[in-house]
Structures are given as C-alpha cells and as structure tokens.
C-alpha cells in the first residue's frame, strides 16, 4: 500500500499547455505539501496545507495553484507552463506542522518542451 | 529565516567504514527539528532520521546517528558500516516548531553525494 503516491510519474509537455499533478495519502496526516527539486537537486516548498487550508505559500508564481478537495488529497495545478517549470514536482505528508518528519511521495518528472 | 548549509558536494567511503556527512545550520529560533532524507538514484526521498532542538541525545536509528552540537549549530549525519546501497544523494533538512507561515516548512540544504567504493 502506497503511502504517498503521486500521478503522473512523468510529464512531457509542450510550453503554454496547462497541466495537473494529482496527490494522495493514506496515512491519516493533516498536512500536505508541494516541494520543487530544480535541476541542481535544490529542495524548496511551495505549499503547504493543514486540513484542506492553505498555509505555506512560498514565492511562487500564480500560474501554479494548489488545490485540495479533502485532506487526502494535494493537487497542483499549472497554467501557461514555462521552460524553466520543468523539475521534480515532490508532494509530502506530515501528521501535523512542526517537528514532524514528512513523508514524500515518488515525484513527478515535468518536461516543459 | 533558517538555513541549511552543506558543505560537502561529495564524499568518498570504503565499503564498511564509517562516514560522517556534515550540515550546520542557522535560525535565531529556539525551536525546532533537524532531520536527514537519502535520495537515492531512482529519485525517491527518504527520511533517515530526526532531532530536536531540546533533544539532550543524540538520536539514532540503526546505522544512523546524528551528532547534534547545538551551540556550534551542526547536525552532522554518521553513517557507520557504509554498504554500497547506501551511495545516493543525503540532504539536511530544518523546520521551526512555529505556527504561521513557518509551518512545517523544511528547509533543505544543497546536498551531499555519497559513493561507497566495495
């Protein structure tokens, strides 16, 4: 049983499209989040969300939107997508904010052609 | 704001001897936890190991620990008895035990790669 599984794996796609990674976890947490691994490898949040609220919203542009239906699920949502969107899109759970570990889901590949 | 810093782009183990992998950090809060995920060559992240800021231990898991010296702000990651499926990239990682904005926000360094030679 998956913990936290992501959909798509991989994501090509051409510039200007818009497109949706989907988020699920069965373990219970309140809270989910959206990390972006560049092409260095650099981890850095985007969004995170405390049962269904929106609470971390890092710098990121508009044309990314967070939506989440219900605590088990975290989906992002992109418009207009860029060259420079492509990277690893990573969605992590934590039973709560704070000192809790997260756990990450598989990643999502995204290819902006 | 917290930071993480790794200073260390790669590192070099002989299969079985022990490594350490270093991370200093930087926060004027008094609360908060340090963790350490592997991210091997198939992509995945995965969580090693967790310290608190008021943890008088140092935590271990198995293999793991992780040598907490608060005052000089480090949180170094030992990896003894190196096996060679323990070569993959390893990243520090912080979060404030703060509500708000900070809220279970990990911050993470840039990363170490691993290499075990057999």
């Known amino acids: 049983d998956t913990a936290v599984s992501q959909t798509p794996k991989y994501l090509v796609t051409q510039m200007g499209n818009d497109k949706s990674i989907k988020c699920e976890q069965n373990l219970g947490h309140d809270t989910m989040y959206w990390y972006k691994q560049d092409s260095k490898k650099f981890l850095k949040i985007m969004f995170s969300?405390?049962?269904?609220?929106?609470?971390i919203n890092e710098t990121v542009p508009n044309r990314f939107s967070p939506k989440s239906p219900d605590k088990a699920h975290l989906n992002l949502h992109i418009n207009s997508l860029e060259l420079g969107d492509s990277a690893v899109y990573f969605c992590a759970s934590s039973p709560d904010g704070g000192w809790f570990w997260q756990f990450f889901g598989p990643g999502t590949r995204l290819t902006v052609l | 704001a917290q930071k993480i810093t790794q200073t260390q782009p790669g590192m070099f183990v002989q299969e079985k001897e022990a490594v350490t992998l270093d991370c200093t950090y930087d926060?004027?809060?008094?609360?908060?936890?340090l963790f350490w995920y592997k991210q091997p060559s198939s992509g995945e992240m995965i969580f090693l190991i967790y310290?608190?800021?008021?943890?008088?231990q140092n935590a271990t898991e198995g293999r793991y620990s992780l040598n907490f010296q608060k005052a000089r702000k480090s949180a170094n990651l030992v990896i003894s008895a190196s096996q060679l499926g323990d070569s993959a990239m390893y990243f520090c990682a912080m979060s404030l035990n703060a509500g708000g904005t900070s809220y279970g926000k990990l911050t993470f360094g840039q990363g170490t790669i691993l290499t075990v030679h057999p």
């Open positions: 310290q608190g800021s008021y943890d008088e």
């Open positions: 969300y405390n049962n269904k609220e929106l609470i």
């Open positions: 926060t004027s809060d008094q609360s908060y936890g």
